[in-house]
Each structure stands twice: as C-alpha cells, then as structure tokens.
C-alpha cells in the first residue's frame, strides 16, 4: 500500500480524517482539531464534497475555521474540529468549564453553537487556548495552562498535564489506541468499517 504523502487526494484527506480523528470519531472524546492542508491541492473542495458526509454518517459533527479567518492569509487550509455534540454539550455545561469560558465572554446560554462561534472571533486576537476544553482536555490542565503560559506542567502528551498525571496517561493510551486502530485498518485495505468506527 502507498504511503500517506503518495496517496491520491481522497485517500490522503481520509486517512487524516480517521486516523487523527479517530479517538473522537469512537466516541472516547468530545472532539479532535485537524488541520487540513496538502501543498498543491484545494482540499477545502473535497472536505466540502466529501469529508463532513463521511463523518457525518458516523455521527460527527464539524466546525471549520478557514486561513483567512485565522490571520493565516488565503492559503487554501482550514483548522476542522470535529466533535460529538452531546459530549461537547456535557464539557460547556460542567463547571470547570464554565469558569474558564464565562471571563472570555461565552454565551451564558452555553449553546454549542453559540461556543462555536465565539471560539471563532476568540481566534482573532490570536490562539484561543480555551479551546482545550473543547477537546475534552481536562479544565485543571486548560486553567493550568493558560496561569502557566504553557510552561510547568507535570507530563506531556496530547495535552500538557497540569492536573490529574495518572488519569491523562490513561486517556493518552486510549487515544493512541484509537489512531492505531485506524491506521491499521487503512494498511489492510479496509474502508473504516460502520462496525469499528460506531458512534
């Protein structure tokens, strides 16, 4: 089987789709942030054509933010966080969370959508960093974080670890697991199967 930089389009935006994206697309997380660029080609088009009914189909929803709209010019990717809103829903409703987010001037309806959008204009100004929180990192380690600037944090993995080391390793290894899993089944030729990726 080809590589992943030698596949065709298709296969390369799927293979990214489902490998990265698997732990949230098997229901371990509340959502995965993939960025989507390959030199030469308008993967935009074919994530429009084909990527959200792919991952639609498994239960997963999508929200896009393109170059433009993150100061990167119009180089033609987009940041895709792909999410499993009832999951989302529980994070943006919890406690921790709201403490984070209600400061930076997210809705007090706690609305997915509404989120969203202001994740969106939060991305202006710069990086958002709360945005850990809507990939299920634990808010002690998105609170740590940002307190921290990134540094001091107990161990590394998917996130910096601020909190809880023993229960972040485990979910790490979960994750891990999920991308193997995929990446696997793309070797064997398989097509992501209904019955592995169930939402």
Not at 59 to 82: I, N, Q
Not at 107 to 115: F, I, K, L, N, R
Not at 147 to 165: E, I, M, P, Q
Request: aromatic share 12%; charged share 30%.
């Amino acid at each position: 089987m080809l590589s992943i930089r030698e596949s065709g389009d298709e296969e390369y935006l799927r293979a990214i789709l489902f490998c990265f994206g698997a732990p949230t697309i098997m229901g371990l997380k509340a959502g995965s942030l993939l960025n989507l660029r390959r030199e030469g080609t308008d993967l935009c088009a074919l994530w429009e054509e084909r990527g959200k009914a792919w991952l639609r189909s498994r239960g997963v929803e999508t929200f896009s933010f393109s170059d433009a709209e993150l100061g990167r010019g119009a180089r033609g990717g987009l940041l895709v966080l792909l999410y499993r809103r009832e999951l989302l829903s529980r994070i943006l409703n919890s406690d921790g969370a709201r403490e984070i987010l209600s400061p930076l001037g997210y809705s007090a309806s706690w609305d997915v959508e509404a989120c969203l959008e202001r994740l969106r204009e939060r991305f202006i100004d710069g990086f958002p960093h709360e945005i850990g929180l809507f990939l299920d990192y634990p808010p002690e380690d998105v609170r740590g974080f940002i307190r921290n600037k990134g540094a001091g944090s107990l161990a590394v993995g998917y996130w910096k670890v601020y909190g809880d080391v023993g229960r972040a390793r485990r979910a790490f290894r979960r994750f891990r697991r999920a991308e193997n899993e995929a990446a696997r089944s793309l070797l064997s030729g398989f097509k992501f199967p209904a019955r592995t990726f169930a939402s």
